[in-house]
């Protein structure tokens, strides 16, 4: 268990509201990643971290910005949600089973109505 | 431009046969591979990979096979059991990347094991 943890595991929001979900681990891993999961897509990151405060885009950055300020905490922020952004977000770490191998947390479904 | 793609959406077979699934890539700086099952409702969970330097890896009942030259590899899951029903997603890295890595991933199959 690598020990990360997604919060929260569920939400529903409305158009326009602002959402952050938070990925919080325990073993100081540098790097930490934001994927979401859509029927027909697989996996797609979104930003990612290597470490304190350096972060870097994916291919779906658009309408999303995360922060690292702490080794353990990798937060993604939906500025302004749309119903585009209802998904399931999966939080990883590089490291686990393998130093090139992401292991991903437990997921966090967002519903934007 | 999808770089890791599974042209199969699903996969069904008989319990005890062979499962084979497989994924192409186009991005020649991958040189490094993994399959990961996902359950409904969990994330996904690492099971096999596979370095460029190579082009079989085994893990029990799963093995890995990469053929280079086609960009391409497979997981075979001999004997396929109802546990295994889950989908399966291919993931390419470039480990050359530096601070720059990250997993690039297929779209998944669905395999469903019959009993």
């Known amino acids: 268990d690598a020990g990360i943890t997604q919060s929260p595991r569920h939400k529903v929001t409305e158009t326009g509201t602002p959402v952050t979900l938070r990925c919080h681990q325990t073993?100081?891993?540098?790097?930490m990643y934001w994927y979401r999961q859509d029927p027909g897509h697989g996996l797609r990151l979104i930003h990612y971290s290597y470490g304190v405060k350096d972060t870097d885009k994916g291919e779906v950055s658009d309408g999303y910005s995360v922060s690292r300020s702490k080794t353990e905490d990798f937060l993604l922020t939906l500025e302004s949600a749309t119903s585009s952004q209802t998904s399931v977000y999966f939080c990883?770490?590089?490291?686990?089973?393998?130093?090139?191998?992401?292991?991903f947390g437990a997921g966090s479904r967002l519903t934007v109505l | 431009d999808q770089q890791v793609k599974q042209n199969s959406p699903s996969l069904s077979v008989q319990e005890g046969r062979i499962s084979i699934l497989n994924c192409d890539y186009t991005n020649s700086m991958f040189d490094y591979f993994l399959w990961y099952k996902k359950y409904p409702a969990e994330g996904p969970t690492f099971l096999i990979s596979?370095?460029?330097?190579?082009d079989k890896n085994e893990d029990g009942r799963f093995t890995v096979f990469l053929n280079k030259s086609a960009k391409h590899l497979s997981l075979h899951i001999v004997p396929s059991q109802p546990g295994d029903s889950a989908v399966y997603f291919c993931a390419a890295s470039d480990r050359g990347g530096g601070s720059n890595y990250k997993l690039t991933f297929g779209k998944g199959t669905l395999l469903t094991v019959n009993p």
């Open positions: 990883a770490i590089r490291g686990g089973t393998g130093a090139n191998v992401l292991t």
């Open positions: 596979i370095s460029s330097i190579k």
């Open positions: 073993e100081n891993h540098r790097y």
